[in-house]
């Protein structure tokens, strides 16, 4: 599941904690520190009302956070509650463009990542002309899964990732990432099959009527929006045609105008208008229950771990029900206990 951490923080944490009781296994939340809520924060919260649930960004950057205080942040959550983090991190968005800074350089996302994974995994690290270490972090774990879109993006997510964390559930443009993560891990000398794959995506469960389907794609729309706007950086950079960027993935930002961030990630979102219903119905997990399963295991046969719920829209008690009593149990179906 993935939440944003707006406020009241406790209705985030009852959300978190309900998702341990349906079955899911990690809650994310997004990282804007203007726009929402402090993340890390409401993390201690949520690891001390839940049990087994791993918890982390969806995703931080290492722009407006100090890459030695991340760690630390990190660790001492681990410390306190078992190693239940996870960071994802990619190179910024929201969070530093509503101050006006710009994404980090591929470069310095591989640097950042080099800092901060040893340091929150217990080992020491050079820094700034400094070997530097957490001296009571020694048990700390903590993986990163990157967050990636492009070509490049998902070549560093190959080299030194421990997973990918891909923002839409598109079955084609699925496919074309993990391929070019795998082909990338190969390429340095890594295991592929050692890289988790993380699908994230609006999941909206509707009652098969027309009007549901309606409703659905419109509260869901403001994710076209949001991931038109990493698009369009990517376009910016390799074009629309060649073999670079996927047109499944660049053709539809052709009537994009802008970005409002005080609308990021909210639905009713007025510059999401240019989203086609189709990109919608693509990008999301939309319908009936049987839909949504049938979804999931196409992702799952591409090669997809976890598919992670974003949870922004008008129903989420309800999806959270849903995805608990009917999904879960089917698609992280159980073996018998006698044969």
């Not at 903590?142 to 997510?157: F, H, M, N, Q, S």
């Not at 419109?218 to 045609?241: K, L, P, S």
């Not at 008008?314 to 206990?337: C, F, H, M, W």
């Amino acid at each position: 599941m993935v939440l944003q951490t707006d406020p009241p923080a406790w209705r985030v944490i009852d959300l978190a904690r309900q998702a341990e009781t349906y079955g899911f296994s990690h809650v994310w939340t997004f990282d804007s520190h203007l726009l929402w809520q402090e993340p890390f924060v409401i993390y201690s919260q949520i690891l001390s009302a839940t049990h087994r649930v791993l918890v982390g960004p969806m995703v931080t950057n290492p722009a407006t956070r100090d890459w030695t205080v991340t760690a630390s942040l990190f660790a001492t959550l681990n410390d306190m509650f078992g190693n239940r983090t996870i960071c994802g991190i990619g190179r910024g968005d929201s969070a530093v463009r509503v101050i006006n800074g710009k994404p980090v350089t591929l470069a310095t996302l591989r640097d950042a990542i080099n800092v901060i994974r040893p340091l929150a995994n217990g080992e020491s690290v050079v820094h700034r002309g400094n070997e530097l270490r957490l001296p009571w972090g020694s048990a700390s774990r903590l993986p990163i899964w990157v967050a990636a879109y492009g070509p490049k993006a998902l070549a560093l997510t190959g080299e030194v990732a421990d997973g990918f964390i891909l923002q839409l559930a598109d079955p084609d443009i699925t496919a074309w990432s993990i391929a070019a993560v795998r082909r990338a891990a190969v390429e340095a000398g890594r295991d592929p099959a050692a890289l988790k794959i993380c699908v994230a995506a609006p999941a909206y469960v509707t009652d098969g009527s027309a009007a549901g389907a309606r409703h659905a794609i419109e509260q869901c729309r403001w994710f076209g929006g949001m991931v038109g706007n990493h698009v369009a950086d990517i376009v910016a950079r390799y074009g629309t045609a060649g073999a670079d960027v996927p047109k499944a993935l660049s053709d539809y930002i052709a009537g994009r105008e802008g970005y409002d961030y005080n609308a990021h990630g909210k639905a009713g979102s007025s510059h999401t208008d240019f989203v086609p219903d189709e990109v919608i119905e693509r990008f999301c997990l939309l319908g009936p229950v049987a839909r949504h399963i049938e979804r999931l295991e196409e992702l799952r046969g591409l090669g997809v771990d976890q598919f992670a719920v974003y949870l922004q829209h008008d129903a989420k008690d309800s999806t959270l029900a849903a995805y608990g009593e009917q999904v879960i149990p089917v698609v992280n179906a159980r073996g018998a206990a006698r044969t």
